[in-house]
């Protein structure tokens, strides 16, 4: 089954704890792609990625890292997270061609409280 | 940059239709997506335009007009399980990236 999958689905922690959020695809997209959501603001990118070894940051990289290592997997590292990156997070791919849909795939989400 | 805009909530009768809107500012444009978000869980694909006009899906439609900026989503024989929030996002044209810009989403709240 074509899927993103996305882990933990929740977690608390402390600040200033480590944490890294991983997300794996099996459809052998080339786009993957970092979201925050948070009561109205909507979906905001943190970074993304248009292939192995090629990252950018999205709208609001402050406070994470990631790393596109493998084409299928794309964590994201809180270094030492703070209760403003409370939220809940989402992970996403798509094949990045020229033609055609081109639809966002999205994982579960990953709900993320930091005390 | 790009804004998009569409209403924050909207509140309709099972049965009836109802029209979301989307209007959108973007320096370049390269297609328009829709997709429906229930709470708590990950949004899901309705439909994509990149061309002028109705596109047709069952009981929802998406329409396009890439001169005005604007875009609606339209929901008929609405059912409570539509109860969700619809999000339009717009794909730019730049620099060969394909990612898409999502609006904040406006929920929609079907009643008995």
């Known amino acids: 089954e074509a899927q993103v999958t996305q882990n933990p689905r929740y977690l608390i922690t402390v600040t200033g704890k480590k944490l890294t959020v991983t997300c794996s695809q099996n459809m052998n997209h080339e786009y993957m792609s970092w979201y925050r959501q948070d009561p109205g603001l909507g979906l905001r990118q943190i970074y993304y990625?248009?292939?192995?070894?090629?990252?950018d940051k999205g709208d609001v990289p402050e406070g994470y890292k990631v790393s596109r290592k493998e084409k299928r997997n794309f964590p994201l590292i809180l270094e030492s997270p703070s209760p403003n990156q409370t939220s809940l997070y989402f992970c996403?791919?798509?094949?990045?061609?020229?033609?055609?849909?081109?639809?966002?795939?999205f994982g579960e989400g990953s709900r993320l409280t930091v005390l | 940059g790009q804004n998009i805009d569409q209403p924050t909530e909207m509140t309709a009768t099972e049965g009836a239709i109802v029209q979301i809107n989307c209007t959108y500012q973007t320096s370049g444009f390269n297609g328009l997506f829709w997709y429906q978000q229930h709470a708590g869980e990950a949004p899901t694909f309705l439909s994509y335009n990149v061309l002028d006009g109705l596109e047709e899906k069952g009981r929802f439609s998406s329409f396009l007009s890439r001169s005005k900026g604007y875009s609606y989503l339209l929901l008929k024989e609405l059912q409570m399980k539509d109860s969700a929030s619809y999000l339009c996002a717009v794909r730019p044209l730049s620099g060969g990236s394909y990612i898409p810009t999502f609006g904040r989403g406006t929920s929609l709240i079907v009643h008995p």
């Open positions: 990625s248009m292939n192995v070894e090629v990252t």
């Open positions: 996403a791919s798509s094949l990045r061609r020229l033609a055609g849909d081109r639809e966002l795939f």
